[in-house]
């Protein structure tokens, strides 16, 4: 019989250990950026869609990288003090940016002082976050400046932080026994509304409204399927770099670390009766 665990971990993430009994092959380990010190740039960028469509977003990039849709994905290591440096290279149209990272004390110098944190405007000014990665988990990271149009437009990313005296060779989610995995996925769930993207892209940010809000595209880190099950880092994909297939051989320990980065909480269309909250002459997808 198969086996799950869940808890609750850091803000809003879950943690599923599953003791799986079916053969397969899979990565052992969630790709991302490690260390102490990280420099994001907010960068524009396309994102795939699995009609062959391309979107117009915008996303957190790793220094002269690509902006990547969900952001880099920063694996922190429990006790080390983290500094976060970020420019904003969007066009002025978009206004300042910034970045929030709920779970965590952070202190902020630079740029120009927003409602939730400092925020970079776009003329190349450096905003610093600092903080201390005090509890191992999953956590989120995004933009705290018109989030409910920035985290849409794609500046949103994971924080996995790992517990003091992590080994990769005997890995553990927390510093127990229990916690103990052979393999590791992240999933990040994002949803997307094509014409809000459209909208910011003509540069008509001004007729954006973020109440009709009305999403047609639901992602498992940046993807849709079929790229879901291709490896990470494939040249076709440049701005979603980041795999999603859970795969595991017969009796290993899978550690599923599952958070969600946008407004919804599933993918799933609305049901019948909430088609009529949405925009005026708009078919919804239940019809």
Not at 51 to 68: F, T
Not at 123 to 151: K, M, R
Not at 166 to 189: C, I, Q
Not at 220 to 239: E, M, Q, Y
Request: proline share 9%; net charge negative; charged share 15%.
């Amino acid at each position: 019989m198969n086996k799950m665990l869940i808890q609750t971990v850091g803000m809003g993430a879950v943690l599923v250990v599953i003791l799986c009994a079916f053969a397969s092959h899979g990565q052992a380990t969630i790709v991302g950026i490690q260390g102490t010190t990280f420099n994001l740039i907010a960068k524009e960028g396309t994102v795939s869609s699995p009609d062959g469509g391309s979107i117009h977003s915008w996303g957190y990039a790793d220094g002269s990288g690509l902006m990547q849709y969900p952001g880099p994905t920063l694996i922190l290591q429990q006790g080390d003090t983290i500094t976060v440096k970020l420019k904003n290279e969007l066009p002025v149209g978009a206004g300042n940016v910034s970045i929030v990272f709920p779970g965590h004390q952070v202190a902020a110098t630079g740029g120009v002082t927003g409602d939730l944190t400092q925020e970079a405007p776009p003329d190349g000014t450096t905003v610093t976050y600092t903080f201390t990665a005090s509890e191992p988990g999953t956590y989120t990271y995004y933009s705290g400046t018109n989030p409910d149009l920035q985290v849409e437009m794609g500046l949103v990313g994971a924080i996995i932080v790992r517990p003091t005296g992590f080994d990769p060779n005997d890995p553990r989610a927390y510093n127990h026994e229990g916690s103990r995995y052979d393999r590791e996925v992240l999933f990040l769930l994002t949803e997307m509304d094509p014409d809000i993207h459209h909208l910011v892209e003509m540069g008509a940010i001004d007729q954006v409204d973020t109440t009709e809000f009305f999403p047609v595209y639901w992602f498992i880190n940046g993807r849709n399927f079929p790229d879901t099950i291709v490896p990470a880092g494939v040249p076709w994909l440049p701005h979603q770099p980041y795999e999603c297939l859970a795969l595991m051989r017969p009796g290993e320990r899978l550690v599923l670390r599952y958070v969600g980065g946008g407004p919804g909480s599933a993918p799933v269309p609305p049901s019948r009766e909430q088609c009529i909250h949405y925009r005026p002459g708009r078919q919804a997808p239940c019809e």
